[in-house]
């Protein structure tokens, strides 16, 4: 995936200014595709090159102020990309590799890490959760709705099995080496 596909979608739910763009991206696709607003800016300036987006001044908006909207050329891209084959995401995690290290050379302190991890995944799957209530709470649920909190359920998935996994990878640590991790 890129960004470019990212930005596309987010572009066809609601057309908006490349400022908007960046705070909608932070607050949605921004969970699972991160992107700096530098770098949305600079591939907005590209796709509007591509001929997949275009760009109108906002009028009463502060000066240069643009709101972009999808071109045809962008949806047939944005429809091409999606109907594409990909590979299923592999994992790549430096903590794996360094619980490697650890499990070859012996105690190399990655108890404070992990704890670190650990309360980043917690507070992300309660940052999950608090949207889950927040957005999802009522029933019927629109097609577009059902599948928003699909994609939320997938967060909730990988955070609670990261707390899980790294509950135990402490406890593994703290069990062979109390001392010294």
């Excluded at 955070?159 to 406890?171: I, S």
Aim: with cysteine.
């Amino acid at each position: 995936m890129s960004l470019q596909h990212a930005l596309l979608t987010s572009i066809v739910e609601k057309p908006c200014s490349g400022y908007d763009l960046a705070r909608r991206f932070d607050k949605s696709i921004g969970y699972f595709w991160h992107a700096t607003h530098q770098q949305i800016y600079r591939e907005l300036a590209r796709m509007e090159q591509q001929g997949w987006v275009s760009s109108s001044e906002v009028e009463g908006g502060r000066a240069g102020k643009k709101r972009f909207d999808i071109l045809p050329a962008g949806r047939a891209e944005l429809q091409r990309w999606a109907a594409e084959s990909a590979a299923p995401m592999r994992l790549r995690d430096d903590m794996l590799v360094r619980l490697r290290a650890d499990a070859a050379v012996g105690p190399l302190g990655l108890t404070r890490e992990l704890e670190r991890r650990l309360a980043l995944h917690e507070q992300e799957l309660q940052t999950y959760r608090a949207i889950e209530q927040r957005d999802f709470n009522h029933r019927p649920l629109s097609r577009e709705a059902e599948i928003h909190y699909l994609i939320l359920k997938a967060g909730i998935s990988f955070e609670e099995g990261r707390v899980q996994w790294t509950r135990e990878a402490l406890a593994i640590l703290q069990k062979n080496s109390p001392a010294t991790a």
